[in-house]
Structure formats: C-alpha cells, structure tokens
C-alpha cells in the first residue's frame, strides 16, 4: 500500500512526540508518527535523572551551563549548537509543562533542583528518580489527544526512499540527495504474511534513537538498535563521531539483567552518593578533584581501572550517610528495586558499575536538524547536532530533543 503524509516522524520518544505535538499545532499538513513497538517503549522511558535547564537565575546563568557542556565535551562540541540548546531550554520547559509533564517543586513553588556530574550549579528538572517515565507519559498523553497526528505502533521503517529507488545512481558524492519517505514493515495481520508498506512524506524525521543495545551491558532497552543511523547511512547520508559512545558510571550490578541493566541516577552523587570499593575505601580522589562529581567519561573510566586493578565485577555508591527518609523520598523507585534484591539503600552499599548509556554521535545535522539529505531531518539520540562533543554533559539529551523538535 502506499500513504502520503505532509510530515512522517519515525520514533516515538521525546523527540518524535514533541515534533509530531509541535508540528500538528501549526497546521503545517498531515502527520504520521510510527515507531516500531509501543509508544511506552522508547528510551525516553528509561532516564531517571532530568532535564538540564537554566531556571534559578539567582546564582545560574547561561554561560555557566555553556561552559559545563563545553568542559564535559572535552571542547570538541559544536559551541553554536551548545548556545542553541542552552540559551532555548527555559523556554522548552515550559512547552513541556504545557504538554502537562509535571517537575518536582519545592513549598516555595520553585522547582526542586537536582545537581549531576560536571555541572557547577543545581540545574537539573526531575520528577523524583522517573523524569523519563514522566516525559513519556505527559507527551503520550498529548499525542493520543491531538486529532492531527496519526499514531502507528509495531511499524518499523526498513529503509528511506531516494532517487536510488527511481533507479538513478546515489553515491556519498551526489549532490542533492533527496529523502521522499520510507519504506515500512507493517505488523502481520491474522492469516497474512509481513507486508512493506510505502510512505511518501514532504518531510522525513528520523528520532529514532541510539544504539546501546549492540552492548553487552546497557543502560537501554533492546530496541536502541540504532537502525535510523543505519538507514541514513545505507542512504549515502554523513553520520560523525559514532566511537563517542558514553558509558554511565553506575548501573545496577546484576548479571541477570542487561538490556536494560537499571540505572542508579547521577543525581544521586549529586546528592552526596560516594563511590566506595566493596571494602569501603574511595577511590576518586585519585582520579579527579571533583571526586565522585566529576564528568561521566572520567567516572566511567576510573571505575573500570579499579575494578581491574582489584578483580571486582562491580564497585559500590554509599548513600548511608544521609537521612533515610530523604532518600527513600528523592529516590523512591531506586529504593524499591534495590530492597527487591534484598538491598536497604538506606543501609547498605548498591553494587553499581558502568554500562553503555548514550550515543553522542549519530546522523549530522545542521543548527535546524536538517541532515545532508534534503528533506531527512534527525532529532534526538540518533542525531549528533554537535552539543554533545566526545561526551555528553548529564541531562542535555532530553532538553536537545526538544529544542531541536
Ligand atoms: C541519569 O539519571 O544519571 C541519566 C541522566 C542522563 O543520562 O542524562
């Protein structure tokens, strides 16, 4: 069968979803939005921590949140795109508010603000240790409401049509290559065989995420397979800086789970989490001044030089120090998960160590998302706009997506 459709947005997290809600606002035309599971699966779900936004102007400002992105990316990110995401976030927040996403907020009203490695200030929107799920929800909702969008679930978009598919030669060398949709396998319905559907669209957006699942360990779910990089690629379209690929230092040691392995927030070193050997000594010290809160890559890298150096399949976070109740409420997600494996946050050390966690490179694209193929655009994960440099600062993705969108 062939559809045509003004806008066709392949994945459905916070990227797909706010382009999709943004796009349908303006009346631009039609609007398809597929993703190849359910809505609820995208690995928008899995982020616990937040959302980095300047909102506190009375000690943050702008060129501090800049400057953290720039340190974080090791001074190899884009500083255009970086001022982009920065300088616009506030103003996303308070699309997705409007959305109906809530964020904690203190008895003042103000919101309540996290703190995560390699930033120099409390910036970090949450909605207790679920801000992912939180996304997730309020903008499903959203979309599920608007009349302008159509939703097509377990649809898995196999490849993006281009001149190669009027028979006319498409080298990595052709100029003007032009995207005209995508080819989709549509799920089998009783007594028939898959079918590959044809989507013609003015406009192809790809949000289709990263690609932590080819890991052995990951923070993400099995679907971040990275088949949009894979299409725009197979398309003759630029992908850069696909070996920057961020392992977050601490996930959940337990072998049985994997893909995803759960995640133990930054925002909980923000808080005063120490990372500890099993025999309770810390090792940070001798890695970086800022100890258990310096930038991801260098927390990663530290814990897997000691589990080297000591034989060990995991290292530990103390959050024994601090007040049990606070932790049970900052943290009720991880508290519950952690007690199911018979570990009391509140008293015992978690056994944590890194896992891949995010792609910060992905399909080129411009200040506008656009890629080098004419009308693809790339929102999200799967794109690398330049903010993210060698390593991305915590909590930037979920605010790019949807300054981008
Ligand atoms: C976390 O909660 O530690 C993950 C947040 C992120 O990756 O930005």
């Known amino acids: 069968m062939v559809y045509k459709y003004d806008f066709l947005i392949i994945g459905a997290g916070v990227a797909g979803m706010s382009y999709a809600l943004k796009v349908a606002r303006e009346k631009k035309g039609t609007v398809c939005l597929i993703c190849k599971t359910s809505l609820e699966e995208a690995n928008t779900s899995f982020a616990q921590g937040g959302v980095a936004s300047v909102t506190n102007l009375a000690v943050d400002n702008f060129d501090k949140h800049i400057e953290d992105t720039m340190v974080a990316g090791d001074y190899i990110s884009d500083r255009q795109a970086v001022e982009q995401v920065v300088r616009c976030a506030p103003a996303q927040i308070r699309e997705l508010v409007g959305w109906g996403v809530n964020f904690d907020k203190k008895g003042d009203g103000q919101f309540d603000l996290h703190r995560e490695g390699g930033h120099s200030e409390f910036r970090i929107l949450h909605h207790a240790d679920d801000t992912g799920a939180e996304i997730q929800r309020g903008l499903m909702e959203a979309v599920r409401a608007c009349p302008d969008i159509t939703v097509k679930e377990h649809h898995f978009a196999v490849e993006i049509i281009t001149q190669h598919h009027l028979g006319v030669r498409v080298t990595r060398r052709s100029p003007h290559i032009q995207c005209y949709g995508a080819y989709v396998l549509a799920p089998s319905e009783a007594g028939g065989g898959a079918r590959v559907d044809t989507y013609l669209a003015k406009i192809t957006v790809m949000c289709t995420g990263g690609c932590g699942a080819v890991y052995l360990t990951t923070s993400n779910p099995?679907?971040?397979?990275?088949?949009?990089?894979?299409?725009?690629?197979?398309?003759?379209?630029?992908?850069?800086?696909?070996?920057?690929?961020?392992?977050?230092?601490?996930?959940?040691?337990?072998?049985?789970?994997?893909?995803?392995?759960?995640?133990?927030?930054?925002?909980?070193?923000?808080?005063?989490?120490?990372?500890?050997?099993?025999?309770?000594?810390?090792?940070?010290?001798?890695?970086?001044?800022?100890?258990?809160?310096?930038?991801?890559?260098?927390?990663?890298?530290?814990?897997?030089?000691?589990?080297?150096?000591?034989?060990?399949?995991?290292?530990?976070?103390?959050?024994?120090?601090?007040?049990?109740?606070?932790?049970?409420?900052?943290?009720?997600?991880?508290?519950?998960?952690?007690?199911?494996?018979?570990?009391?946050?509140?008293?015992?050390?978690?056994?944590?160590?890194?896992?891949?966690?995010?792609?910060?490179?992905?399909?080129?694209?411009?200040?506008?998302?656009?890629?080098?193929?004419?009308?693809?655009?790339?929102?999200?994960e799967c794109a690398c706009t330049g903010l993210h440099g060698g390593n991305r600062l915590a909590s930037n993705s979920l605010i790019e997506a949807v300054v981008y969108a």
Not at 284 to 299: G, Q, T
Not at 352 to 366: E, S
């Open 222 to 380: 099995v679907i971040a397979t990275g088949d949009g990089i894979a299409m725009v690629y197979r398309a003759k379209g630029t992908v850069q800086d696909m070996e920057f690929v961020q392992f977050h230092p601490t996930v959940l040691h337990n072998p049985k789970e994997t893909h995803p392995a759960y995640l133990i927030t930054e925002a909980m070193r923000g808080y005063g989490g120490i990372l500890k050997l099993p025999n309770g000594q810390t090792f940070m010290e001798k890695y970086d001044e800022r100890l258990s809160l310096a930038p991801r890559d260098i927390v990663a890298r530290a814990i897997d030089k000691e589990m080297k150096i000591h034989g060990l399949d995991h290292v530990c976070l103390d959050v024994t120090h601090k007040d049990a109740a606070e932790t049970r409420r900052h943290f009720p997600n991880i508290y519950q998960k952690c007690l199911s494996m018979g570990i009391d946050i509140t008293t015992d050390y978690i056994p944590v160590r890194p896992a891949a966690h995010y792609l910060c490179g992905g399909i080129k694209v411009d200040l506008n998302g656009q890629s080098s193929i004419e009308r693809l655009y790339a929102l999200g």
